[in-house]
């Protein structure tokens, strides 16, 4: 399973409101933190190794994109963290239990799109 660390979390999701891309310079002067370049440079290239980023030479620099959406990216998280599960059944209870009736509704949706059927 993929996990963020928080200079990870704020790149991608810079990346993430910008899908036409970004250079290093312009996330890190867009970053709350202002981290050096060559910080953020660093994490790009984990971010890359990672399948999060891709990049593209323009001129002597990369422009940098967001592989995917920030939704498939958490279902991707939420995927991976059930997969990881010691018992599913249980796992999804206590998640079921927590979830609000939006998002109960949500899933309901989801799945009776993914059958095929109404409810």
């Given at each position: ?22 250079f290093a310079q ?61 018992d599913l059944a ?30």
């Amino acid at each position: 399973m993929v996990r963020l660390g928080n200079l990870e979390r704020s790149i991608m999701e810079t990346l993430w409101r910008k899908p036409e891309g970004l250079f290093a310079q312009d996330i890190a002067q867009g970053l709350p933190s202002q981290p050096a370049v060559t910080t953020v440079l660093t994490v790009l290239v984990r971010l890359v190794q990672k399948g999060l980023v891709s990049r593209e030479r323009i001129g002597r620099a990369h422009l940098y994109k967001a592989t995917a959406g920030r939704d498939a990216f958490v279902a991707e998280v939420m995927r991976a963290a059930l997969e990881d599960a010691g018992d599913l059944a249980a796992t999804a209870q206590h998640f079921v239990g927590t979830v609000t009736p939006e998002m109960a509704a949500a899933l309901r949706e989801a799945l009776d799109g993914r059958d095929g059927t109404a409810s």
